[in-house]
């Protein structure tokens, strides 16, 4: 149980353009979702809080208006990069907050690895 | 804010014990966490501790937890070629269930 899923897993892009993750939760109810980014060899960096139904919580220094996240559904949200950059290749995490056994955690999707040319 | 640390590498021998510390700045969180990261991938919750336990043991996986310290570590016995991979211990943070991150220890197994 708890399967979280992203799509999609790669992709590469031109500059300029606006690109678009999905983050599911398979087998449960999220009502809390959460994005992050991964530069090389370095720890995750929490982007932004989706809480469904709700706007978004995004943490000190992350752009809103670079960074749309849309949590439409409870096993369903989105991150746009809009107007992407080089600066912004990275790898993009998602997470869903939920009770799996009696464990209280977030658990992870795979990844999308954003390259943008 | 929080701060969590990890010792960044880790190299040891197919077989053996392998230990990974993990120190953390805000006792109130009631989960601590391990995740294992493999090249490429997301995370993967790999164990975690109640923080009223000292000791948790999954298989090959220990957890034991000094609160008066604010000291996590990760014991995997008989460590094998695949264990080889990142892994951050985290913590929940107050504000709105976050979750910090440790820099992550890399875990390099040699045959």
């Known amino acids: 149980g708890a399967v979280v899923s992203q799509h999609p897993s790669w992709v590469i892009c031109k500059s300029g353009t606006s690109v678009k993750i999905e983050c599911r939760s398979l087998d449960f109810q999220a009502t809390t979702m959460f994005w992050y980014r991964q530069f090389p060899k370095q720890s995750l960096m929490l982007m932004a809080t989706?809480?469904?139904?709700?706007?978004?919580?995004?943490e000190q220094g992350v752009e809103k208006d670079k960074f749309l996240i849309n949590h439409a559904s409870l096993t369903l949200s989105t991150l746009t990069v809009t107007s992407a950059h080089p600066e912004d290749s990275s790898f993009y995490i998602c997470?869903?907050?939920?009770?799996?056994?009696?464990?209280?955690?977030?658990?992870f999707g795979p990844g999308t690895r954003l390259t943008v040319l | 804010g929080e701060d969590v640390e990890q010792s960044l590498f880790l190299s040891v021998r197919e077989g053996d014990s392998s230990v990974i510390n993990c120190t953390y700045t805000?006792?109130?969180?009631?989960?601590l966490y391990w995740y294992k990261q493999e090249p490429g991938a997301g995370l993967q919750l790999l164990t975690y501790?109640?923080?009223?336990?000292d000791m948790k043991q999954d298989q090959r996986l220990t957890v034991l937890l000094n609160k008066k310290d604010k000291h996590l570590s990760l014991r995997i016995a008989d460590t094998q070629t695949g264990d080889s991979a990142i892994y951050f211990c985290a913590v929940v943070y107050n504000q709105g269930g976050k979750l910090i991150f440790g820099q992550g220890t890399e875990l390099s197994v040699k045959p």
């Open positions: 805000d006792s109130s969180s009631t989960y």
């Open positions: 989706s809480n469904e139904g709700s706007k978004a919580t995004y």
């Open positions: 501790i109640f923080s009223n336990m």
């Open positions: 997470s869903a907050h939920g009770t799996s056994g009696g464990t209280d955690t977030q658990y």
